[in-house]
């Protein structure tokens, strides 16, 4: 148990709608990240928040956002779903003062249909 | 632009063989470079990381890998495998503290890892 918790661990939606992924990180780590992993893109870096500011930005589409709130839990919003938003997505987080380690969560498996 | 190659898509090892996971890295800077094991239907779990100290990193459950500048490569390696060691394998780099590319993780492609009795 990493101490990253996610939720939901499963979700199945129909295209065009909307979801909401929730991350919690582990106690004191400010950082937060998402990944996608997919079978034919691989786990690809989203965005990352650092104490409630966005600080990186990957390859996340425009349909996609996230936040990171005062208690540090973080949220991934997904519009507009397609039937390639299909994957399992992740969420890390990673210590202050570290070397970048991160540590992830047992992730939230999307299945548009 | 950073990137990792992972050499093998599959590796076959029988039980006590030598595990070797071969991982390169690209990368304009001095590189952190990880470790991550995946066991099916879960999360990653780190295995272990190099951060610009000692060359030869030693990780969780008997793992450990060198880092080698001058082949910029990051191999892990197991001397004798267990079959709960079956699960893919994702070598990771970032770039160190202060630059542009700290922060994300750029992985490989992972590589799954077979344990014959």
């Known amino acids: 148990d990493s101490g990253v918790t996610q939720t939901p661990k499963h979700l199945i939606t129909a295209t065009g709608q909307r979801v909401t992924l929730r991350c919690s990180p582990r106690?004191?780590?400010?950082?937060v990240y998402w990944y996608q992993q997919s079978l034919d893109q691989g786990l690809q870096f989203l965005i990352q928040?650092?104490?409630?500011?966005?600080?990186a930005k990957g390859n996340i589409l425009e349909r996609f956002s996230a936040q990171q709130f005062p208690d540090l839990h973080s949220e991934l919003n997904l519009s507009s779903l397609e039937l390639g938003d299909s994957a399992l997505y992740f969420c890390?987080?990673?210590?202050?003062?570290?070397?970048?380690?991160?540590?992830f969560g047992p992730g939230t498996r999307l299945t548009v249909t | 632009a950073q990137s990792v190659t992972q050499l093998g898509s599959h590796v076959s090892v029988s039980e006590g063989a030598l595990v070797l996971l071969r991982c390169n890295y690209s990368s304009s800077v001095p590189p952190y470079l990880f470790w991550y094991v995946q066991y099916p239907n879960q999360g990653l779990q780190l295995l272990l990381k190099y951060t610009s100290a000692a060359t030869l990193v030693k990780g969780i459950n008997g793992f450990e890998a060198e880092f080698k500048k001058s082949e910029t490569s990051f191999h892990l390696t197991k001397p004798s495998a267990h079959m709960s060691d079956a699960a893919e394998y994702f070598c990771a780099v970032s770039g160190p503290a202060g630059g542009t590319s700290y922060g994300k993780l750029t992985f490989g492609q992972g590589t799954i890892l077979t344990v014959h009795p």
């Open positions: 106690s004191g780590d400010l950082s």
């Open positions: 928040y650092y104490n409630g500011e966005e600080r």
């Open positions: 890390a987080s990673s210590p202050v003062g570290g070397r970048n380690e991160q540590y």
